[in-house]
């Protein structure tokens, strides 16, 4: 169930059945040539959807508040925000959420800059001192370290699990075909020897499955 699209019974019933919110939460950045720019907070909003449909829940609008972006490195077409503001918004709808009647918050960090993170974490840690609800706060790669999963940049891992979730927003045709040309703003292993849809879909199953079990058992703590 998406937040914007629900009708208020609708929302009221589910708030009763399973009071979890989710968070999408991405930035507007530089994902190579052949990725779409709202990569990050696309991927983890379908990996919500996902999740709500096995957990229950209500998905919250998109948001594409990053720190620490593609930005200082250069790289065209990339919003950079501020730490403050990363941290005033975890809090202020933490607070707006809480008040709605949410007694979980998953914020799904789709955009994985370790300063963007650890201002997360901060706000995270800094709600639970005084909130009552719980929070949850991670980016999706946290529950697939196993996998070798620990987070890229439109390498391997970014591209293989967009590739399974909006192959129309990507264009492997845009990277260069000879392999000895730098990418461009990419980190990890080259997409085009390592990606997969495959990949992907393998990936998010095991994001999805894991992510519901730790919902539902905090849920089962109320």
Known sequence: MRYARALPIELGDELARKPVAYVPWGALEWHGEHLALGQDALKVERICDLTAERAGGVVLPMLFIGYRTMQVHGM????????ELVK??????????????????????????????AAVAEAAEEYSKTGRAKVLALPEYALVEDMGYRGDHAAKWETSIFSSLYPELVNMQRLPRDLNTPLRGIMGEDPRLHASRELGAKTVSAIVERLAQRVEAMLAQE
Do not use: I, N
């Open 76 to 83: 065209p077409y990339t919003l950079e925000f501020s730490r």
């Open 88 to 117: 005033a918004t975890f809090l202020e709808l933490m607070k707006q959420l809480e008040l709605v009647g949410f007694k979980v918050v998953v914020v799904l960090c789709g955009h994985y800059g370790q300063s963007h993170l």
